[in-house]
């Protein structure tokens, strides 16, 4: 989810599913009453995807340079999300 890879450097607004995601995580519960299979329709995947995008984010701008190809290395899939998210453009406005 690229809003929530750019709030992660400050480019952007959260996302809902990220606020939901950053609720959930902090209170322990879930955002609907009753459990996992109660949520609406696709909501956990998008509070998961956008969640999993900011941390991403987090991290790679929080790796020291020395400590960068160590960090692509242990993080395929989390370096390939940030060359993406580099080559794109967006404007919260």
């Known amino acids: 989810m690229i809003r929530a890879g750019f709030y992660a450097n ?3 607004k959260a996302p809902p599913e990220l606020e939901l995601a ?9 955002p609907y009453a009753g459990g996992l299979l109660d949520q609406p329709a696709g909501l ?4 998961t995807v956008a969640y999993n995008a ?3 984010a987090k991290s790679y701008l929080n790796v020291s340079s020395g400590s ?7 993080n ?3 370096f ?3 060359r993406w998210l ?7 406005n």
């Open 10 to 12: 400050g480019k952007a």
């Open 22 to 30: 950053f609720q959930a995580k902090s209170w322990g519960v879930l």
């Open 44 to 47: 956990i995947m998008r509070m």
């Open 54 to 56: 900011y941390s991403y």
């Open 68 to 74: 960068m190809s160590s960090w692509t290395k242990n």
């Open 76 to 78: 395929p899939e989390g």
């Open 80 to 82: 390939k999300f940030i």
């Open 86 to 92: 580099e080559e794109q453009e967006y404007d919260d």
